[in-house]
């Protein structure tokens, strides 16, 4: 029989290993668009909950600054860019499920 991992042990090793590292991100929205304030809710969330006091997160309206967009070839809203720590990573649309974004930021490990 396959021993199931310990769930509160292994939350806490990977909050010991990821415990120094800052994380910038970059959310690509468009405008107040209820898809995009989901978006900034959710992901402030996740910050909060997670990485409080070690993460900058920058909301970037598209409609605003379509440059930057351009620069970083956003092709759809929302986007998430993890930056740092590396490796770079990008969630597009919808970041309402939490393990997924969780699982992609090296926040929560594959069972």
């Not at 997670?50 to 970083?72: C, M, N």
Request: glycine share 4%; with cysteine.
């Amino acid at each position: 029989m396959k021993k199931e991992p310990d769930s509160t042990a292994s939350y806490e090793q990977l909050l010991t290993e990821t415990a120094g590292e800052r994380y910038l991100l970059r959310l690509y929205v468009t405008g107040m668009t209820p898809r995009s304030t989901e978006a900034i809710a959710m992901i402030k969330s996740i910050c909060k909950e997670h990485l409080e006091g070690r993460y900058d997160l920058e909301v970037i309206d598209i409609y605003q600054h379509p440059q930057l967009a351009r620069d970083e070839q956003i092709i759809a809203v929302p986007t998430l860019v993890k930056l740092l720590p590396a490796p770079l990573r990008r969630f597009i649309g919808n970041l309402s499920d939490k393990d997924r974004v969780l699982l992609g930021l090296d926040l929560r490990r594959k069972h």
